[in-house]
């Protein structure tokens, strides 16, 4: 898998983790092998454990930035992009800041429109910024 696809993958497992209270990781990885057109990879797993573990620490850098749009009203679309977005700036080396920020705003177009992607775009930008990534 490219790692463009293996962000989405691990983005669509984010997504649908986000619908449960509480989310089993492992669970949501033995149902995600079961369809046969769904497919993930090392990346995609690492990045989904990751995120669903630092839960908590990304939503507050999340909500330091989007002022006005805490983590409780943001679609989950976006909400789920930006902690994919924010875990890789911070703990992925060799995901350039840049990168990561363009393949956000790509999944959110994709699965959440123009606008939304603005507001992804300028959340991760101001957080690169103010944070020397």
């Known amino acids: 898998m490219t790692r463009s696809a293996s962000r989405e ?20 990885l033995l149902l995600a092998k079961e369809y046969s057109d ?26 330091k930035y ?3 749009w805490k983590t ?13 977005a924010i875990y890789e700036i911070d703990n992925v080396d060799d995901v350039p800041a840049a990168s ?5 705003v790509e999944l959110t177009k994709k699965f959440d429109g123009e606008n939304s992607a603005k507001f992804v775009n300028g959340i991760l930008g101001t957080y690169v910024r103010e944070n020397g990534k």
């Open 66 to 68: 989007s002022s006005g």
């Open 9 to 28: 993958a691990a983005f669509m497992l984010l997504f649908e983790a986000s619908f449960s209270n509480t989310p089993d990781v492992e669970e949501l």
């Open 72 to 84: 409780t009203r943001l679609p989950k679309v976006s909400l789920c992009v930006l902690r994919l």
């Open 100 to 104: 990561a920020i363009n393949e956000a």
């Open 38 to 63: 769904f497919h993930y990879d090392e990346y995609s797993e690492r990045l989904f454990r990751e995120v669903v573990l630092q839960q908590e620490s990304l939503d507050e850098k999340i909500n």
